[in-house]
């Protein structure tokens, strides 16, 4: 089965704060992509990142960063110094050879306040 | 260039009605994706095209929900006899996805508000 679990509903933290949304999945396929978006308060999807099953290196764009480990099974995604545009829903999602990479399973999403 | 479009942005019907919501992927994508948000809800699969044809239908919630791409490119999910459950927001995305690339990011559109009153 292809999950993506989210435990974190809603997260509050005041600006400049650092902060780490979880994301924790289950997949039998040995080859699957990792991705995160983020909906604002427009709603609309916006892409953030993908990352494939066999590469397991940190990355880092400006204040965001993600912490891939299969060990664990976790794709978590780090905002430093958090700004009120950050506010927004963040979904992890996964896709795996199962059903050809095009379905995607979306987590619950965890919605981040920044507040100023 | 263009992202994906979706359109009406919102859309208000009474229960019983019919209504077709609409997308138009970007160009190029041949993949294209349906999917549906409540309220305060994450992502709810409906169904994908590969081209024109519909591999997975299985996300549909009932017979009332369908779905159809012509051309490879524009898509319309028609809902028939909406009920007050079906209003939530629709979520149309596309892909480059084919049978030589894998994983391939999915971008969405806007959505149309779905109202059923």
């Known amino acids: 089965a292809q999950k993506v679990t989210q435990a974190q509903t809603e997260i509050s933290v005041v600006e400049k704060e650092d902060v780490t949304l979880d994301c924790v999945y289950e997949?039998?396929?040995?080859?699957?992509?990792l991705f995160w978006y983020k909906q604002p308060p427009s709603g609309e999807l916006v892409f953030l990142i993908r990352?494939?099953?066999?590469?397991?290196q940190n990355e880092i764009s400006g204040r965001y960063s993600w912490n891939f480990q299969k060990s664990t099974s976790s794709f978590n995604f780090t905002i430093t110094a958090s700004q009120v545009v950050d506010s927004a829903v963040y979904f992890c999602?996964?896709?795996?050879?199962?059903?050809?990479?095009?379905?995607?399973?979306f987590g619950s999403g965890t919605k981040l306040n920044v507040k100023p | 260039g263009a992202g994906v479009s979706q359109s009406p942005s919102n859309k208000v019907t009474e229960k019983g009605k019919d209504v077709e919501l609409r997308c138009d992927p970007i160009?190029?994508?041949?993949?294209l994706y349906w999917y549906r948000q409540s309220l305060g809800q994450g992502l709810e699969f409906l169904i994908y095209?590969?081209?024109?044809?519909?591999?997975?239908k299985s996300g549909l919630p009932s017979d009332r929900f369908s779905a159809e791409r012509t051309g490879g490119s524009v898509s319309t999910l028609t809902i028939q006899r909406t009920q007050q459950e079906d209003s939530a927001v629709y979520l149309c995305?596309?892909?480059?996805?084919?049978?030589?690339?894998?994983?391939?990011?999915?971008?969405f559109g806007p959505g149309t508000r779905l109202l059923v009153l």
């Open positions: 995305a596309s892909s480059l996805a084919d049978s030589g690339r894998l994983g391939e990011t999915q971008y």
């Open positions: 997949t039998r396929d040995t080859t699957y992509y």
């Open positions: 990352r494939n099953s066999f590469d397991e």
């Open positions: 999602a996964l896709s795996g050879r199962l059903y050809n990479f095009n379905k995607f399973y």
């Open positions: 160009s190029g994508h041949t993949a």
């Open positions: 095209f590969q081209g024109n044809s519909a591999p997975d």
